[in-house]
């Protein structure tokens, strides 16, 4: 059993940036990904950013390349999403997810790959 507990959330007018947190706790893998997934009202949740477990390979969405960072804490069960320029389409409740028992290298896009999920925290940008 894996808790993730996201927080940073909040609302920012266009152009302004928010920090995500996610913490991991509970029973997890050496080896482990982790990634942000956002959810908008009516829509599908989709892929944001994942990181790996090592070697600091990291894989975005095409609509957050450029403005969105995504790094690992230390100790590494930490993952954040550093966020700017961000936009009203950006609005959505953003979840952190692990992927667990993966490679060290491993940070794929696939929602379906990932084993755990945090409740997610909101994110709203005005306009």
């Known amino acids: 059993q894996v808790q993730l507990v996201e927080s940073g959330g909040g609302t920012v007018q266009a152009g302004g940036s928010l920090r995500l947190s996610c913490a991991a706790s509970?029973?997890?893998?050496?080896?482990?990904?982790l990634g942000w997934f956002r959810q908008a009202p009516g829509k599908e949740r989709e892929f944001v950013a994942a990181?790996?477990?090592?070697?600091?390979?990291?894989n975005y969405a095409d609509s957050v390349k450029g403005r969105f960072t995504i790094s690992r804490g230390n100790p590494k069960n930490q993952v954040f999403l550093q966020m700017n320029s961000l936009k009203p389409e950006d609005t959505a409740v953003y979840f952190c997810?692990?992927?667990?028992?993966?490679?060290?290298?491993?940070?794929?896009?696939?929602?379906?790959?990932?084993?755990?999920w945090g409740q997610g925290t909101q994110v709203t940008v005005s306009s």
């Open positions: 997810a692990a992927d667990v028992g993966v490679e060290w290298w491993t940070a794929v896009a696939g929602e379906a790959e990932y084993d755990y």
């Open positions: 509970g029973r997890t893998s050496a080896s482990y990904a």
């Open positions: 990181h790996s477990w090592s070697g600091g390979n990291t």
